[in-house]
């Protein structure tokens, strides 16, 4: 099948919108009367609140409300363990925890009013290190009495367990019987590796306006990834609405990377005061907020253990995982799961033991973030990798092509491999960066070096999609769905499938969304599952509208519907191209009516598309195909400069491989690649929350250090590689997810290349100067 619009790199549907400042985010809506909002937080990690007196605060001049933990539903939160009320009662866990909010006229009202309230709190002891809060009996149990909270149905693993009561989800799995491999290797490699909190990124701070309407019901516009699946649910269920009452509204996002994923902040609180005060409430985090009550990447420490042979052949590996979430659960069991199966699914090896915990300390709640555990995974695999590669003197690249599943091949839950192209974004990355290798030069304090490494990520198959479309009198396509329009790209998708189905150009297509009044159902832009899920239900929302156009069509010229096509408006005899009509000719003028009004017989051409995706745990049998069908497959390699003076490191040159099937949009696929290097670049060199006591000292973006342009490689120094064979025979024209895999292997890659520069290997990120000096010293 040729296609016309799939496949091209066409000016994004948003473009002119976002870079002429008409497109509207959250904080953009205004109301009548609306009121503003803030939250007053916790000094202390863990502590009692022993009475809260908001006296003063109610009487200031301008304060319409102010609420505190008695105000709020007897409903926790969460979206695997039901672990938090939307503001405190009884107990603190965190620095930031929300004990009050404010609703005020202005800003400046809400946070005087907040100094005015006065929290009685008694200190209690805290925990910090995720492996002392692991352990049984420890210091200090974070949720007492938790062997009672409710948990959110899911896998069997999520339960606190009786004996280390800060541990509540653990997940095991494997193949084969690991201690006989290791008997049978002729080299054991064992190390551990540590990975930090980290702050998303986001331009757009976590923002929600809710308001309360005339018959009882809400709107909320949220910033939000999942607003239709998860946090319209938990809200329902928390505030004891039906469904029917509460209108979610997402408009763009400006940005996401899996930090807009918390159904806590700050809707519930924003309801909360809108039901309270009759009037519309806006509540915007400080960048301070979203630092220490915004979700984090999950700080970790990974346990690997290899066996192998001397000519490089794994024959078993042992990985233990802790997952540090903070005070709260969030999303982190399901982490434990996906993360297993990325380890599980790009390697051969015929012994493999996993083993995670889900661990809580009295640190600020940690979650997804662009990769869902993928970038400290890989930091792991990877630096493991080379180090076997260089004890036994093996090329690190043929080291892992050696090992790199092939196609058809059951990966180690039992999944069949499908459209892999780890393999050849390996070989491309590496002629690429090795026809650019810098010599090192002879003098001076400066040392050159290169490293690669692969990624395997699962996407996310399951979860429904819903979509409709509908087809104006004028020809125009009207796409709905739900998916969030965080920045990556997703309506410019939509459109293109719609485009290419009902063959016309894009400006013919119309893209409405994640509107919960007037879109259908979407889990949301989590996982790289967009293209994939929502493509599907547009799609197939697209080929319903079209079978009742031809359907109507058929009457009009007597020829049977299945024999008639669609392209640029008008309708026509497949056989016998000049025998149609227009689209606009299966409407009929009504004079009676405004001029220019039309009917149809059948009332509206409105198509609807559900792509429900696999489901079930990889390796079943039932569904063997789901592993390969949502794996995503890559490789980075990279060049870099360090000084052994000073410790600086320098990222020269990047490249970046990524397999996708066929691309929609190759533009956007690239920029996908592009910015996955840039934040892998953060998390390899700077990025890092610094946490005291469970205080953030660096809650801004001046201490917290971001990768700018100049870090970053770009022009002729980055190159970014669309891996389009072998299309994937399941997904929407050979197409796949891929968008959360790029920041992955970015980070292991320039951890190999400092190794080859200096011969100092870093085995906690970030890489800083003083790490590289105390390697050199050493």
Same mark, same amino acid.
């Given at each position: 099948?040729?296609?016309?619009?799939?496949?091209?790199?066409?000016p994004?549907?948003?473009?002119?919108?976002?870079?002429?400042?008409r497109?509207?985010?959250?904080?953009?809506?205004?109301?009548?009367?609306?009121?503003?909002?803030k939250?007053?937080?916790?000094?202390?990690?863990?502590?009692?609140?022993?009475?809260?007196?908001?006296?003063?605060?109610?009487?200031?001049?301008?304060?319409?409300?102010?609420?505190?933990?008695a105000d709020?539903?007897?409903?926790?939160?969460?979206?695997?363990?039901?672990?938090?009320?939307?503001?405190?009662?009884?107990?603190?866990?965190?620095?930031?925890?929300?004990?009050?909010a404010?609703?005020?006229?202005?800003?400046?009202?809400?946070?005087?009013?907040?100094?005015?309230?006065?929290?009685?709190?008694?200190?209690?002891?805290?925990?910090?290190?995720?492996?002392?809060?692991?352990?049984?009996?420890?210091?200090?149990?974070?949720?007492?009495?938790?062997?009672s909270?409710?948990f959110?149905?899911?896998?069997?693993?999520?339960?606190?367990?009786?004996?280390?009561?800060?541990?509540?989800?653990?997940?095991?799995?494997?193949?084969?019987?690991?201690?006989?491999?290791?008997?049978?290797?002729?080299?054991?490699?064992?190390?551990?590796?540590?990975?930090?909190?980290?702050?998303?990124?986001?331009?757009?701070?976590?923002?929600?306006?809710?308001?309360?309407?005339?018959?009882?019901?809400?709107?909320?516009?949220?910033?939000?990834?999942?607003?239709?699946?998860?946090?319209?649910?938990?809200?329902?269920?928390?505030?004891?609405?039906?469904?029917?009452?509460?209108?979610?509204?997402?408009?763009?996002?400006?940005?996401?990377f899996?930090?807009?994923?918390?159904?806590?902040?700050?809707?519930?609180?924003?309801?909360?005061?809108?039901?309270?005060?009759?009037?519309?409430?806006?509540?915007?985090?400080?960048?301070?907020?979203?630092?220490?009550d915004?979700?984090?990447?999950?700080?970790?420490?990974?346990?690997?253990?290899?066996?192998?042979?001397?000519?490089?052949?794994?024959?078993?590996?042992?990985?233990?995982?802790?997952?540090?979430?903070?005070?709260?659960?969030?999303?982190i069991?399901?982490?434990?799961a996906?993360?297993s199966?990325?380890?599980?699914?790009?390697?051969?090896?015929?012994?493999?033991?996993?083993?995670?915990?889900?661990?809580?300390?009295?640190?600020?709640?940690?979650?997804?973030?662009?990769?869902y555990?993928?970038?400290?995974?890989?930091?792991?695999?990877?630096?493991?990798?080379?180090?076997?590669?260089?004890?036994?003197?093996?090329?690190p690249?043929?080291?892992?092509?050696?090992?790199?599943?092939?196609?058809?091949?059951?990966?180690?839950?039992?999944?069949?491999?499908?459209?892999?192209?780890? #393999? =050849? !974004? $390996?070989?491309?990355?590496?002629?690429w960066i090795?026809? /650019?290798?810098?010599? %090192?030069?002879?003098?001076g304090?400066?040392?050159?070096?290169?490293?690669?490494?692969?990624?395997?990520?699962?996407?996310?198959?399951?979860?429904?999609?819903?979509?409709?479309?509908?087809?104006?009198?004028?020809?125009?396509?009207?796409?709905?769905?739900?998916?969030?329009?965080?920045?990556q790209?997703?309506?410019?998708?939509?459109?293109?499938?719609?485009?290419?189905?009902?063959?016309?150009?894009?400006?013919?297509?119309?893209?409405?969304?994640?509107?919960?009044?007037?879109?259908?159902?979407?889990?949301?832009?989590?996982?790289?599952?967009?293209?994939w899920?929502?493509?599907?239900?547009?799609?197939?929302?697209?080929?319903?509208?079209?079978?009742?156009?031809?359907?109507?069509a058929?009457?009009?010229?007597k020829?049977? #519907? =299945? !024999? $008639?096509?669609?392209?640029?408006?008008?309708?026509?005899? /497949?056989?016998?191209? %000049?025998?149609g009509?227009?689209?606009?000719?299966?409407?009929?003028?009504?004079?009676?009516?405004?001029?220019?009004?039309?009917?149809?017989?059948?009332g509206?051409?409105?198509?609807?598309?559900?792509?429900?995706?696999?489901?079930?745990?990889?390796?079943?049998?039932?569904?063997?195909?789901?592993?390969?069908?949502?794996?995503?497959?890559?490789?980075?390699?990279?060049?870099?400069?360090?000084?052994?003076e000073?410790?600086?490191?320098?990222v020269?040159?990047?490249?970046?491989?990524?397999?996708?099937?066929?691309?929609?949009?190759?533009?956007?696929?690239?920029?996908?690649?592009d910015?996955?290097?840039?934040?892998g670049?953060?998390?390899?060199?700077?990025?890092?929350?610094?946490?005291e006591?469970?205080?953030?000292?660096?809650?801004?973006?001046?201490?917290?250090?971001?990768?700018?342009?100049?870090?970053?490689?770009?022009?002729e120094?980055?190159?970014?590689?669309?891996?389009?064979?072998?299309?994937?025979?399941?997904g929407?024209?050979?197409?796949?997810?891929f968008?959360?895999?790029?920041?992955?292997?970015?980070?292991?890659?320039i951890?190999?290349?400092?190794?080859?520069?200096?011969?100092?290997?870093?085995?906690?990120?970030?890489?800083?100067?003083?790490?590289i000096?105390?390697?050199?010293?050493?």
């Amino acid at each position: 099948m040729e296609l016309q619009t799939i496949g091209r790199s066409l000016p994004r549907v948003d473009g002119i919108e976002k870079v002429t400042g008409r497109a509207n985010y959250t904080d953009d809506f205004k109301a009548s009367r609306m009121l503003f909002a803030k939250i007053l937080r916790s000094p202390y990690p863990h502590a009692m609140v022993l009475g809260i007196d908001a006296s003063r605060a109610r009487k200031l001049a301008g304060v319409k409300a102010v609420l505190t933990g008695a105000d709020v539903p007897d409903e926790k939160l969460g979206i695997s363990v039901r672990d938090r009320f939307i503001l405190a009662r009884d107990v603190v866990r965190f620095v930031g925890e929300p004990v009050a909010a404010v609703a005020a006229d202005t800003v400046d009202t809400a946070e005087e009013a907040l100094d005015l309230i006065e929290v009685d709190y008694k200190e209690l002891p805290a925990i910090f290190d995720v492996e002392e809060a692991m352990k049984s009996d420890p210091a200090v149990a974070v949720h007492e009495g938790a062997t009672s909270y409710v948990f959110s149905p899911g896998p069997q693993f999520y339960g606190f367990d009786r004996q280390r009561p800060n541990v509540f989800a653990h997940y095991q799995m494997g193949a084969g019987d690991t201690e006989k491999g290791m008997r049978e290797a002729d080299l054991i490699v064992e190390n551990r590796f540590v990975t930090p909190r980290i702050h998303h990124g986001a331009m757009e701070p976590h923002a929600a306006i809710a308001q309360v309407e005339f018959n009882g019901g809400l709107t909320v516009w949220v910033a939000d990834q999942v607003a239709h699946h998860e946090t319209r649910a938990e809200l329902c269920r928390v505030f004891g609405l039906p469904p029917s009452k509460l209108r979610v509204i997402v408009p763009y996002i400006g940005g996401g990377f899996g930090g807009k994923t918390n159904s806590a902040w700050p809707a519930p609180v924003a309801m909360l005061l809108a039901l309270k005060t009759g009037r519309p409430v806006r509540l915007v985090f400080s960048r301070e907020e979203v630092f220490v009550d915004g979700l984090t990447e999950v700080p970790m420490v990974l346990y690997i253990k290899d066996g192998v042979k001397k000519d490089g052949t794994l024959v078993a590996r042992e990985m233990r995982v802790i997952l540090n979430s903070g005070a709260y659960s969030n999303r982190i069991p399901r982490m434990t799961a996906n993360m297993s199966f990325g380890a599980a699914g790009l390697y051969r090896m015929p012994y493999f033991r996993w083993d995670s915990f889900c661990v809580m300390t009295n640190e600020p709640p940690s979650g997804p973030m662009r990769g869902y555990g993928g970038t400290p995974l890989n930091f792991a695999i990877e630096s493991q990798m080379d180090m076997i590669a260089r004890e036994l003197g093996i090329d690190p690249a043929e080291l892992r092509q050696k090992h790199i599943f092939k196609e058809g091949e059951k990966n180690l839950v039992g999944g069949v491999t499908e459209c892999i192209g780890a #393999a =050849e !974004s $390996l070989t491309r990355v590496s002629k690429w960066i090795e026809e /650019r290798k810098t010599i %090192p030069p002879e003098k001076g304090p400066w040392r050159s070096g290169t490293g690669v490494a692969v990624v395997g990520k699962i996407f996310r198959s399951g979860g429904p999609a819903a979509a409709l479309v509908k087809v104006h009198d004028d020809g125009t396509v009207e796409v709905r769905h739900s998916a969030s329009e965080s920045g990556q790209g997703c309506n410019t998708v939509m459109a293109q499938v719609a485009a290419e189905e009902f063959g016309i150009s894009m400006d013919g297509v119309k893209v409405v969304f994640s509107d919960s009044a007037v879109t259908p159902y979407d889990v949301g832009s989590i996982a790289s599952r967009s293209t994939w899920n929502t493509g599907h239900a547009v799609r197939l929302a697209c080929q319903d509208a079209k079978r009742q156009i031809f359907r109507l069509a058929a009457q009009r010229l007597k020829v049977p #519907a =299945e !024999s $008639l096509e669609i392209k640029g408006g008008r309708i026509y005899v /497949r056989e016998n191209a %000049p025998q149609g009509i227009q689209v606009h000719d299966l409407f009929v003028r009504d004079g009676l009516l405004t001029p220019g009004t039309w009917l149809l017989e059948a009332g509206e051409i409105l198509g609807s598309g559900v792509y429900a995706g696999a489901s079930g745990r990889p390796g079943d049998e039932k569904q063997q195909r789901l592993s390969g069908a949502v794996f995503a497959y890559g490789a980075v390699a990279v060049s870099v400069a360090v000084n052994v003076e000073t410790g600086e490191v320098r990222v020269l040159k990047a490249a970046s491989g990524h397999d996708m099937g066929q691309p929609i949009n190759p533009r956007m696929c690239e920029a996908q690649m592009d910015g996955g290097v840039g934040m892998g670049v953060g998390a390899a060199l700077y990025e890092t929350m610094a946490i005291e006591n469970g205080v953030t000292i660096n809650p801004n973006l001046v201490d917290y250090k971001l990768p700018t342009m100049v870090e970053v490689p770009v022009g002729e120094d980055a190159a970014s590689m669309l891996v389009t064979t072998p299309l994937h025979k399941d997904g929407p024209y050979g197409a796949k997810g891929f968008g959360e895999s790029t920041n992955c292997p970015v980070a292991p890659a320039i951890a190999n290349a400092v190794y080859d520069a200096v011969g100092v290997r870093i085995k906690s990120l970030p890489i800083t100067r003083e790490k590289i000096l105390e390697g050199l010293s050493k």
